[in-house]
């Protein structure tokens, strides 16, 4: 399995963008699939995540109601759109992908692949 992230950019705080996640390989039908973010100097940190039981979600604190986490299975692909973006919002955000889970998890444990991360700075 792997994953590419695309999507992320330079944009100004209020503005939005949209990352995208592609899986390619046999993912199966039960998994959960998150963002996750590290600023510079950061631990990684819990962005989103959204499990293929129900399509449930979780969000981290910070991004809440200004994030959303979307899955296209016929593409296995994932999205995070995100608006109001903030500068605190800069980091490389990553894309994960746990097959042996079917609920949104926090836990960076539970994701099997990650893929390269994707930059997104906002300015101030």
């Known amino acids: 399995v792997q994953l590419q992230a695309s999507g992320g950019g330079l944009v100004q705080a209020g503005g939005s963008l949209r990352l995208s996640c592609a899986a390619s390989?046999?993912?199966?039908?039960?998994?959960?699939m998150g963002w996750f973010r590290q600023a510079p100097g950061k631990d990684r940190e819990f962005v989103a995540a959204?499990?293929?039981?129900?399509?449930?979600?979780k969000y981290g604190d910070s991004v809440k109601g200004r994030f959303t986490i979307s899955t296209d299975n016929a593409k296995k692909t994932m999205y995070l759109q995100m608006n109001s973006l903030r500068p605190e919002d800069t980091a490389v955000y990553s894309c994960?992908?746990?097959?042996?889970?079917?609920?949104?998890?926090?836990?960076?444990?539970?994701?099997?692949?990650w893929g390269r991360g994707t930059l997104v700075t906002v300015s101030s």
């Open positions: 994960a992908l746990g097959l042996s889970g079917r609920y949104a998890s926090t836990d960076q444990s539970r994701y099997n692949y």
């Open positions: 959204v499990g293929s039981h129900y399509e449930t979600t």
């Open positions: 390989g046999r993912t199966g039908s039960s998994y959960v």
